[in-house]
């Protein structure tokens, strides 16, 4: 069974940073597309970054978050994260990590992916 657990949420001052981490728990990861979403409260779940493996490596930023967030992925510890930089209060979510073996095109969409973490909450406040 494939689990994903996400960590590094929490709460910071706007223009603050955090980074998330998501380890995924296969042996298939490293062929892996990895995507992170979030979902606000009273708003639909939407793609927020996602990252293809190698050799395509290819990434996807939802222009709200270009320039802002960056992602990296570290195969040595099945591990993707999320730096997240210059936070505004409407990056103020829960946010997902999701994995799926399968290819995936951009913008990413929740059917895309077969799996899921628990969540890890993001606060920004002004």
């Known amino acids: 069974q494939v689990q994903l657990v996400e960590s590094g949420g929490g709460s910071v001052q706007a223009g603050g940073s955090l980074r998330l981490s998501c380890v995924v728990y296969?042996?298939?990861?490293?062929?892996?597309?990895v995507a992170w979403f979030r979902q606000a409260p009273g708003k639909e779940r939407e793609g927020v970054a996602a990252?293809?493996?190698?050799?395509?490596?290819?990434?996807y930023y939802a222009d709200s978050v270009k320039g802002r967030f960056t992602l990296s992925r570290d195969n040595a510890k099945n591990t993707v994260y999320l730096e997240m930089n210059s936070l505004k209060p409407e990056d103020t979510a829960m946010y997902y990590c999701?994995?799926?073996?399968?290819?995936?095109?951009?913008?990413?969409?929740?059917?895309?992916?077969?799996?899921w973490g628990q969540g890890t909450q993001v606060t920004v406040s002004s």
């Open positions: 296969e042996y298939t990861y490293i062929s892996n597309n």
């Open positions: 999701a994995s799926t073996w399968r290819w995936v095109d951009y913008p990413p969409k929740m059917a895309d992916f077969a799996y």
């Open positions: 990252i293809r493996p190698a050799p395509d490596g290819g990434t």
